[in-house]
């Protein structure tokens, strides 16, 4: 049942009088839920509670805090087709994009409760004493990963499941060890509060202390703003727009005792159709990338906003295939009047650009909400001269660039932002004729992809999902996959620290049996 509530901790509260509604894109009318805006007092109670939840949660072993997420998705899973109309409702997707960003929501959660049992992500680097060294006898020293805090995250409007509650950002806070404080995103409160009762359930089934997740209403950027100015927030993770997310990272670093933000933001996506991709399967490529543009209604960080090619005909009998594709297919609902306004607005501004022609372009009327698809070309010196068209717009929406010759579109590729992937479409030969291409692309991007299209982002521990700014606030991190846990640690280094204090990843007998590095060597053996 969708309360409208707040969980501050275990605990549902509506201490406010500020209230909003979230709405049905499909319908076009505002859903029958009301949500309480969480005042001050309750974001304080829930950092509070938060911090002390921190000093247990932080010492739990791997294994303990795995059943926990293990339970989160068993409850999630629990709540069934209400959870999945909630869902719909809330942001038009279709209920079979639901269940399968459902299913990835629990697998994410149960990645990450395999890593804690494995154990071995901690790092454990043990340099053992050498007493006679000479000059200097070598102390014992003993580093491993360690939680910072409460983390603040923030979930984005187009994975209300898998990026959003008790998404990648909560599940790999939590399996750090540390407790999660969500800022619910307004356009899906009723879905996230659901969410957060299945989590709320899992902590008190698997004896985790009050206040290791809560959950905050608000339909303005205030009780964001408050949450990571909180001195008891430690890190931030975001997942939206390039606004939103750089707002933030500028508002933690200028408090007193910065702190991390991990924003995974805008991105474009540049693809690459080398010639013999349009040569030898140009027709193909196009009806796979009309798929790609329009997946989801365009609504993805890993949408192919920008096709570049070498002028050639073959480019010409591609870009007019895109068209063709694109142009049978249906336009489908988008999440939220908003995000369909801004769709419309960052459309037009750049088919207002001057040298944008129009490639395709769905002009029938639509229902309420609904993207009308349109793919621009532009030639290579126009794109280059004009960073408006570099612009992301969220939405399906492709931009195909003409380059003169192979130094234009690595000219192009240098002045581009950074993005989240690049993408090659060609014969494995031609990474070689084209080296200076490759390493433009590789130079701007998180994720290479070769003869594939960007969307569908695999959760596996190779992904990498983030990329040089403004992909993401930090390029050495990624989002998605069990890496992600690293954000929400520090190494800590123990010097000459007797054998009983010292936490079980960095005690002789290796009572954990992980892999560590000792005096240089990867081993699970326990010291002599
Ligand atoms: P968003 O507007 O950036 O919002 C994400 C979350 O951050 C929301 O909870 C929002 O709260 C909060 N927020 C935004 N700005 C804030 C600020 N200055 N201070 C404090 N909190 C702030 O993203 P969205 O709602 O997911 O989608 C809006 C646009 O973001 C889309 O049109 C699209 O352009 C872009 N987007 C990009 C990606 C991507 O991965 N590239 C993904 C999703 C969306 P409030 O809504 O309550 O203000």
């Not at 959660?109 to 901690?122: D, H, I, N, T, Y």
């Not at 390029?475 to 929400?488: H, M, P």
Request: glycine content about 10%; some cysteine; aromatic content about 8%.
């Amino acid at each position: 049942m969708i309360t409208g509530k707040n969980y501050i901790g275990n605990k549902l509260s509506s201490n406010g009088s500020n209230t909003y509604k979230t709405f049905d894109p499909k319908l076009n009318l505002d859903t029958e839920w009301t949500f309480y805006e969480a005042t001050k007092e309750e974001i304080g109670e829930a950092v509070d509670k938060a911090q002390d939840a921190f000093q247990s949660y932080k010492n739990f072993s791997g294994a303990k805090k795995a059943t926990f997420l293990e339970a989160i998705a068993e409850e999630i899973e629990a709540l069934g087709d209400e959870l999945i109309q909630a869902y719909c409702k809330e942001s038009g997707l279709p209920e079979g994009r639901a269940i399968g960003e459902r299913g990835r929501t629990m697998g994410q959660l149960r990645a990450f409760a395999q890593l804690l049992k494995e154990g071995s992500w901690v790092e454990a680097t043990i340099d053992t004493a050498q007493p006679d060294r000479k000059p200097l006898p070598k102390i014992d020293l003993r580093k491993m990963l360690l939680p910072i805090g409460p983390i603040a995250v923030f979930g984005s409007s187009n994975f209300p499941f898998a990026f959003s509650t008790a998404g990648g950002d909560t599940a790999s806070a939590l399996a750090s060890g540390c407790p999660v404080i969500v800022k619910s995103h307004p356009m899906h409160a009723g879905t996230g509060e659901m969410v957060s009762s299945a989590v709320i359930k899992a902590a008190e089934r698997t004896n985790m202390p009050d206040g290791v997740f809560s959950n905050l209403n608000s339909s303005g950027i205030e009780v964001g703003q408050q949450l990571v100015l909180h001195p008891k927030i430690k890190g931030v993770g975001f997942t939206g727009s390039i606004k939103g997310g750089t707002a933030l990272y500028k508002l933690a670093n200028e408090r007193k005792e910065p702190i991390p933000v991990f924003a995974e933001m805008g991105s474009i996506n540049p693809v690459v159709v080398l010639p013999s991709a349009l040569r030898e399967k140009g027709l193909d490529w196009a009806k796979q990338y009309a798929g790609s543009v329009m997946l989801g209604a365009g609504q993805f960080c890993t949408n192919p906003g920008l096709i570049l090619g070498i002028k050639s005909t073959s480019l010409d009998a591609f870009t007019n295939a895109l068209g063709d594709e694109i142009d049978k297919l249906e336009p489908t609902c988008m999440l939220h009047p908003n995000i369909h306004n801004n769709y419309e607005k960052g459309k037009n501004e750049l088919s207002n650009q001057g040298g944008a022609d129009v490639v395709a372009e769905y002009k029938k009327s639509v229902a309420p909400n609904h993207a009308q698809q349109k793919v621009l070309t532009v030639n290579g010196a126009n794109f280059l001269k004009n960073p408006k068209l570099h612009q992301e717009v969220f939405g399906p929406f492709s931009i195909v660039v003409r380059c003169a010759d192979a130094k234009e579109l690595t000219e192009v590729l240098n002045c581009l932002e950074g993005q989240l992937t690049g993408t090659i479409l060609g014969n494995p030969d031609e990474l070689k004729t084209y080296r200076s291409v490759v390493d433009a692309l590789q130079g701007r991007v998180g994720r290479l992809i070769f003869n594939g299209v960007p969307t569908g982002v695999e959760v596996c521990p190779s992904m990498q999902h983030g990329g040089p700014f403004p992909a993401s606030t930090d390029s050495r991190f990624t989002s998605v996959g069990v890496s992600a846990v690293k954000r929400w640690v520090r190494p800590v280094s123990f010097q000459n620290w007797p054998q009983e204090e010292l936490p079980e990843a960095l005690q002789d007998g290796n009572p954990l049996s992980i892999m560590r590095i000792v005096d240089s060597e990867h081993t699970n053996k326990k010291l002599e």
